[in-house]
C-alpha cells in the first residue's frame, strides 16, 4: 500500500464535494486520471473506498478512515509549507514546547517575550496541556521542551525545579471562610464553584484529585476562560475557586477576592522544566531553556539546558 500526497488530497476533495468530477477538478486533475487513482487505491487495499451512486459518492467505512487520516496528513503538510516559509523570510529556529495551566498562564509570557525579543530569529509554538500529557508529548518527541508538575510520572525525562507552585482556595471577601487560613478542600467540596474549561490543564488537576479523594466532581455554576475572570467572579459572589496562589496575590486588589491555603498534597506543586534524557537540546532549545532558568541565577541551572 502506497498512496502519495495527490492520491490523500484527490480523495479528499472527493469526498469534500461528493463527486468523483469535481473532486478531480478540485485536485487539479482530470477526471481519467482521477478515477484510476482511485481504483489503484481500492485495488491496493483490496477494499471499496467509497459507495457510487447516481447523486454521487459517499466514502464506506475505510473510506472514513482514510479520510481522516488524509486530513490529518494535509494539515500537517499545510503547518510544515508555512513553517519553512518562515525560515525562507530570515526565521532562524522553532522551538516547540508544552506547559501545564499554571506556568503558561502566570510564569511564561514574561519570560517568552523578553527570550523573542532578544533572540529576533526564533520561533516558539507552545501548548498548554496538563502535566501528564506535557511529559507524555516530550517521550514521543511531539516537544523539545516542557514545564510539567512533579506529580507526574517524570521517568525518562531530565529535569530542573522552575517554580514552587501553590494553590490556593478564593472566596468572596464576605464569604463565611473568608477570615480562615487554612482549609482542607473535602470542607468546600460541596460548595458552588467557579472553574477555567474542561479542557484547562489545571481544571483536569483539580478534577482529577476531587474524583480521586472526595468521589466526585465539583459543582460549577459557571467556567471561565482565564484566571483573571476566575477571580472576578468570585469577588462579585458567584461561587469559590481554586486557582495557583501567584493568580490570587496578582488579583487581590482588582477583584477583592481572599485566599485560604488548602491543606491537601495535592496542592502544593513544584513545576519542572523537562526534556528527553540522554539526548541534547537543538541549540535554540538550549538558549530557551537557559533564558527560562537563568532567573534562578546558578551555574548548575545553565549548565542543565545544555547537556544531555
Same mark, same amino acid.
Given at each position: 500500500m502506497r498512496?502519495?500526497? &495527490?492520491?490523500?488530497? $484527490?480523495?479528499?476533495?472527493?469526498?469534500? %464535494?461528493?463527486?468523483?468530477?469535481?473532486?478531480? +477538478?478540485?485536485?487539479?486533475?482530470?477526471?481519467?486520471? +482521477?478515477? #484510476?487513482?482511485?481504483?489503484?487505491?481500492? +485495488?491496493? $487495499?483490496?477494499?471499496?473506498? *467509497?459507495?457510487?451512486?447516481?447523486?454521487?459518492?459517499?466514502?464506506? @467505512?475505510?473510506?472514513?478512515? *482514510?479520510?481522516?487520516? +488524509?486530513?490529518?496528513?494535509?494539515?500537517?503538510?499545510?503547518? !510544515?509549507?508555512? #513553517?519553512?516559509?518562515?525560515?525562507?523570510?530570515?526565521?532562524?529556529?522553532? /522551538?516547540?514546547? %508544552?506547559?501545564?495551566g499554571a506556568a503558561f498562564s502566570e510564569y511564561l509570557p514574561s519570560l517568552l517575550g523578553s527570550f523573542l525579543h532578544q533572540y529576533p530569529g526564533v520561533s516558539i509554538d507552545i501548548e498548554e496541556r496538563a502535566s501528564h500529557e506535557v511529559v507524555d508529548g516530550l517521550?514521543?518527541?511531539a516537544c523539545e521542551l516542557g514545564i510539567a508538575s512533579d506529580t507526574a510520572d517524570l521517568s525518562g525525562l531530565r529535569h530542573i525545579g522552575f517554580r514552587h507552585d501553590t494553590l490556593v482556595l478564593i472566596v468572596p471577601p464576605d464569604h463565611a471562610l473568608a477570615s480562615q487560613r487554612q482549609i482542607g478542600f473535602d470542607a468546600v467540596a460541596g460548595a458552588d464553584f467557579v472553574g477555567l474549561d474542561n479542557?484547562?490543564?489545571?481544571?483536569?488537576?483539580?478534577?482529577?484529585?476531587?474524583?480521586?479523594?472526595?468521589?466526585?466532581? @465539583?459543582?460549577?455554576?459557571?467556567?471561565?476562560?482565564?484566571?483573571?475572570?476566575?477571580?472576578? !467572579?468570585?469577588?462579585?459572589?458567584?461561587?469559590?475557586? /481554586?486557582? @495557583?496562589?501567584? &493568580?490570587?496575590?496578582?488579583?487581590?486588589?482588582?477583584?477583592?477576592?481572599?485566599?485560604?491555603?488548602?491543606?491537601? @498534597?495535592?496542592a502544593e506543586r513544584t513545576l519542572v522544566l523537562c526534556a528527553r534524557a540522554g539526548e541534547p537540546l537543538s541549540r535554540h532549545a538550549s538558549q530557551l531553556a537557559a533564558h527560562l532558568l537563568g532567573t534562578q541565577g546558578t551555574e548548575a541551572a545553565l549548565a542543565w539546558s545544555s547537556t544531555a
Open positions: 498512496f502519495d500526497l &495527490t492520491d490523500l488530497r $484527490l480523495f479528499q476533495c472527493i469526498c469534500d %464535494s461528493g463527486t468523483i468530477t469535481a473532486g478531480a +477538478a478540485q485536485a487539479h486533475l482530470t477526471l481519467a486520471s +482521477a478515477s #484510476e487513482r482511485v481504483r489503484g487505491m481500492e +485495488a491496493s $487495499l483490496g477494499v471499496a473506498l *467509497l459507495r457510487r451512486g447516481r447523486r454521487g459518492v459517499t466514502p464506506t @467505512p475505510a473510506g472514513q478512515t *482514510l479520510l481522516h487520516h +488524509a486530513r490529518a496528513v494535509t494539515q500537517q503538510m499545510t503547518l !510544515m509549507q508555512g #513553517e519553512m516559509r518562515q525560515y525562507g523570510q530570515g526565521l532562524k529556529g522553532l /522551538v516547540r514546547m %508544552s506547559s501545564n517521550r514521543r518527541g479542557d484547562s490543564a489545571l481544571q483536569q488537576h483539580i478534577a482529577h484529585h476531587a474524583r480521586r479523594q472526595h468521589g466526585g466532581l @465539583p459543582a460549577y455554576r459557571i467556567r471561565a476562560r482565564s484566571f483573571e475572570a476566575v477571580c472576578r !467572579m468570585v469577588g462579585c459572589g458567584a461561587g469559590i475557586a /481554586v486557582v @495557583p496562589r501567584v &493568580t490570587a496575590l496578582r488579583c487581590a486588589r482588582s477583584s477583592g477576592i481572599r485566599h485560604i491555603r488548602l491543606r491537601d @498534597p495535592w
